[in-house]
C-alpha cells in the first residue's frame, strides 16, 4: 500500500491502491479468498499472535478490504478505520464497542430510522441508557450530561429533514466532559464535510449511498481515533459484520470518481432547490446551501457544499404526496438515496415508518414530506419531472 496523505484528496481517492502482485495489473484485482497461507509455521504463529500484520481470515482483513479502509481513512483525516457490511451495522459496532450496561448515549433526536430503532429498543435491552437532543436548540445540550454519559452521537445534515449543528460546538461539549463524539457523515461525505477536523472522534458512514453512488452494493465504515478503532476491529472480529471483498472492491473503485459526482450532485440539488424554492404547491424547501435554511450559516461554514438531497413538504399533505409520487415519470421510487439515479421517497411512510406520528413530528417528518436524492441526469430533466408530478398533485 503506498504512503497514504501523500497527495491532495481527489488523488488520493484515486491513487491509494494495493500493492500490485507479480502480475503488474494496474486495477486492484479481487481477493475473492476466506483464508490466507503462511510460508512455515512460525509465520502463522506470529501472525496469529498479532506479531505480523499479516492477513489470517477474511472475516478480520482482506487486502481489498484495506484498500477502502484506507482510503477513507485517508479522505476523512483519520487515524484508523473499519469497514463493515452495511452503513447501520457500522454504527451498531460504534455503539456496542464502547458502550456498556449503565453507559447513558446522548444522541440527536433527528436521526434514520433504524438506528433509532437500535437505540431506543436495543440498547435499554443491553442497560444502556439514552436521551434525544433537539439539534435545533443546541444550547440545551450540555445540561443533558449526565455522570455516566459516555457518547453523543448526531447526524449532520440529518436523515431527512437535514437539520444541521455545529460540530465544533459538539466537541467542544464533548472534550471538556471526555465523551466520545460520534458523527454519522453519510450525507455529506467526506468531500463536503470533514468532522474530525472539527473535532470530532468517531465518523461513521452508510458507504451504500454516495461513497457506491451507483445503487449497487452495501458498506459501511467507521473511521477515527486509534485506540477507539482497535476496540470496533475486536469486537467486529468476533462478532463478524466483515464487509466482503468484493463490496470493498466495488467500493474503491467506486471512490475514484466519488468528488466529481459529489460536487455535480450538488450543483443540480442546489439548482433544484432554488427552483422550487417559489412553487406554489410548496410550503416548505430545505436545502443545506438555501439562505432560507434555519442553520445556513453553520452549513456554509463546516460544508464545502450541500450534498444531494432536497426536501420539500407539499401543501396537500400525505394524499397530495401520494399523488405526485404516482404522477414521476424519470424519478424512481425506492428506499434508496445518493444513486446516479434521481429518487423520490416519502420518509414518512419507508425509511421511518417505525416511528410513531410525535417521534415523526420531533424530528420535522411531516406526512407530505418528500425527500429528493438528486442524481447525474441533466437538472433540466430532474425538475420538469418534478414540476408536472407537482402539478398532477393538486
Not at 460504534?94 to 430510522?113: N, V, Y
Not at 434525544?132 to 450530561?145: L, R
Request: proline share 5%; glycine share 6%.
Amino acid at each position: 500500500m503506498q504512503k497514504e496523505n501523500q497527495y491532495q484528496p481527489e488523488t488520493n481517492a484515486v491513487r491509494i491502491q494495493t500493492a500490485r502482485t507479480d502480475e503488474m495489473e494496474h486495477s486492484t484485482p479481487l481477493f475473492l479468498t476466506s483464508s490466507f497461507c503462511y510460508d512455515n509455521a512460525e509465520e502463522m504463529r506470529a501472525t496469529f499472535a498479532d506479531e505480523t500484520d499479516f492477513n489470517i481470515y477474511s472475516r478480520f482483513s482482506n487486502p481489498n478490504v484495506d484498500e477502502f479502509v484506507n482510503k477513507m481513512v485517508a479522505l476523512e483525516g483519520a487515524e484508523a478505520g473499519y469497514a463493515t457490511a452495511s452503513g447501520m451495522s457500522a454504527v451498531f459496532a460504534s455503539f456496542m464497542a464502547l458502550l456498556k450496561a449503565g453507559d447513558h448515549l446522548l444522541s440527536a433526536r433527528s436521526i434514520f430510522g433504524s438506528t433509532h430503532t437500535v437505540v431506543t429498543k436495543f440498547l435499554p435491552k443491553w442497560g444502556i441508557e439514552y436521551s434525544y437532543f433537539d439539534m435545533n436548540d443546541p444550547g440545551s445540550i450540555e445540561a443533558m450530561i449526565k455522570p455516566n454519559t459516555k457518547m453523543i452521537f448526531v447526524e449532520t445534515p440529518s436523515n431527512p429533514g437535514l437539520e444541521i449543528i455545529d460540530l465544533k460546538l459538539l466537541a467542544d461539549i464533548a472534550n471538556k466532559h471526555n465523551i466520545i463524539l460520534n458523527v454519522d457523515n453519510c450525507f455529506a461525505t467526506p468531500v463536503l464535510q470533514r468532522p474530525l477536523e472539527l473535532g470530532a472522534h468517531l465518523v461513521t458512514h452508510s458507504a451504500t449511498k454516495w461513497i457506491d453512488g451507483q445503487g449497487r452494493v452495501l458498506g459501511g465504515a467507521v473511521v477515527g481515533r486509534k485506540d477507539l478503532i482497535k476496540e470496533i476491529y475486536i469486537f467486529c472480529r468476533s462478532s463478524g459484520p466483515a464487509m466482503s471483498p468484493f463490496n470493498a472492491w466495488v467500493l474503491s473503485k467506486s471512490m475514484e470518481t466519488l468528488f466529481v459526482r459529489m460536487e455535480r450532485h450538488s450543483q443540480s440539488a442546489l439548482t433544484l432547490a432554488q427552483a422550487l424554492e417559489n412553487n406554489p404547491h410548496l410550503s416548505m424547501v430545505r436545502y443545506p446551501m438555501l439562505p432560507s435554511h434555519p442553520q445556513y450559516e453553520i452549513a456554509k461554514k463546516q460544508m464545502s457544499g450541500g450534498g444531494g438531497i432536497v426536501c420539500f413538504e407539499l401543501k396537500g399533505g400525505i394524499a397530495s404526496g401520494v399523488k405526485f409520487l404516482n404522477a414521476l415519470k424519470l424519478l424512481s421510487l425506492t428506499a434508496n438515496l445518493g444513486d446516479s439515479r434521481s429518487i423520490a421517497s416519502h420518509p414518512a411512510s419507508t425509511t421511518h415508518a417505525k416511528l410513531t406520528d410525535a417521534e415523526r413530528a420531533n424530528v420535522g417528518i411531516t406526512p407530505g414530506l418528500i425527500r429528493i436524492s438528486v442524481g447525474l441526469e441533466n437538472v433540466k430533466d430532474i425538475l420538469a419531472d418534478i414540476e408536472q408530478a407537482l402539478e398532477q398533485s393538486k
